[in-house]
């Protein structure tokens, strides 16, 4: 089991330092990381997750007591709703 671990923490940090060998080569070369395409997905993501984390806090600052309260909250933040 120990070696099953280990292996893929081993596998883990390998794969994290390649990714990290082709960002920082590309960044120094002034390329971007992330096609155009990834670049609007990334920016997307950043305004949903801004929406239901506005949208899942109560009046009073605090966050909703219930799963089923904090979906409701959602579903009213939601565009054409």
Known sequence: MVALVMSMILCLLLGLAVV?????????D???VLTPHG??????VRERSETVAVATRDRTGGWV?????AK?????????R
Do not use: F
């Open 20 to 28: 990290l060998a082709v960002a920082v080569v590309a960044r120094r």
């Open 30 to 32: 002034g390329r971007d």
């Open 39 to 44: 670049e609007g997905v990334v920016a997307w």
């Open 65 to 69: 007591s219930s799963a089923k309260d």
């Open 72 to 80: 409701d909250k959602v579903v009213e933040a939601l565009p054409g």
